[in-house]
């Protein structure tokens, strides 16, 4: 697996473009979220659609189409040198396929790559960013989220990724429960996210075929035991783990018993030969890091840090 194409850091002015491609956007929040935006010099611009609620299904942000379009034209918009989405939630699987990513190339190739920022279900865009941009991507804190709008080290480690990407080069786990589920060190490129998204989208047009040579970055929320265990045993069935370097594991909020999950994922990866951190403190949690995928790095399970080759933005 080799790196993408990192996008330029942010500089103070930057104009920011603030996208829903998934759940309804509480309106409080984005307005919160973009007042933050702006207290960092950020000209952040909200998309047409971001406000819109599906006239059918609530647990969508306006209709399919809408979504993809604000996703488009954001990117292909020059001015804008970042993509924020507001929220996860449901509803990229059912616009990722709209998205019209040949102009998103061109546009790429015609004014350089962009920040993309977005966790949870935003995890399908970030492997469509990378098999049809060959993007890095940026896992973390989203515009009008709770964890974004109320915690301070959220917030601060977010801030200095985008603005001096250098100082989070090192990415140091930021759980208290943060320990070395398998021992030792592994070097890849980063990928991952939300791991039930990622077993979903096995098949789909724009999920990699595999996560060979990679520094495998997973959390979910609200996923039982045993569904974990569906997911983490679909994806060995799927020969989509053969090869993986390492595994970081981030934040399970509402996914039960701790020691439980723990012994689940001692059975299904520890077989894989590999190190594996876990509670390393991205995704559903207080305080949640970001973490940069596509970037070539170091996994030391032991100490609990996962060191970038480069920093996630040029």
């Known amino acids: 697996m080799r790196s993408l194409v990192r996008p330029p850091r942010l500089t103070p002015g930057a104009r920011v473009a603030v996208v829903a491609p998934s759940g309804p956007v509480p309106d409080d929040r984005l307005e919160a979220g973009l007042d933050i935006l702006r207290g960092w010099d950020l000209d952040p611009v909200v998309a047409p659609h971001v406000r819109d609620r599906h006239p059918e299904f609530g647990y969508l942000a306006g209709a399919d189409a809408d979504r993809a379009r604000d996703l488009e034209q954001a990117w292909c918009d020059p001015s804008v040198a970042a993509v924020f989405c507001a929220r996860g939630g449901y509803g990229v699987q059912r616009m990722v396929d709209l998205v019209d990513w040949r102009a998103m190339r061109d546009a790429t190739r015609t004014a350089g790559p962009k920040v993309f920022l977005g966790y949870s279900d935003i995890t399908a865009l970030h492997e469509a960013f990378a098999t049809r941009l060959g993007i890095a991507t940026l896992h973390g804190p989203m515009t009008a989220t709770v964890d974004f709008l109320k915690n301070a080290r959220a917030q601060e480690h977010l801030r200095t990724t985008l603005f001096a990407p250098e100082e989070t080069r090192v990415i140091r786990a930021g ?140």
């Open 175 to 314: 759980s208290p429960h943060a320990a070395a589920l398998v021992g030792g060190r592994a070097r890849g490129v980063t990928l991952g996210g939300c791991v039930s998204l990622l077993a979903a989208d096995l098949g789909t047009p724009t999920a990699r075929t595999s996560a060979r040579g990679g520094l495998l970055c997973i959390e979910d929320i609200g996923e039982e035991a045993y569904r974990m265990d569906r997911i983490l045993t679909q994806l060995l069935r799927a020969r989509w783990l053969d090869g993986v370097a390492g595994i970081v594991l981030g934040s399970w909020e509402e996914c039960g018993d701790r020691d439980e999950l723990r012994a689940l994922f001692a059975d299904r990866l520890g077989g894989l030969g590999v190190p594996v951190a876990e509670e390393f403190g991205f995704g559903h949690c207080d305080g949640a890091l970001t973490v940069p995928f596509g970037v070539a790095g170091e996994l030391d399970a032991d100490a609990g840090t996962l060191a970038l080759d480069e920093p996630a933005l040029v």
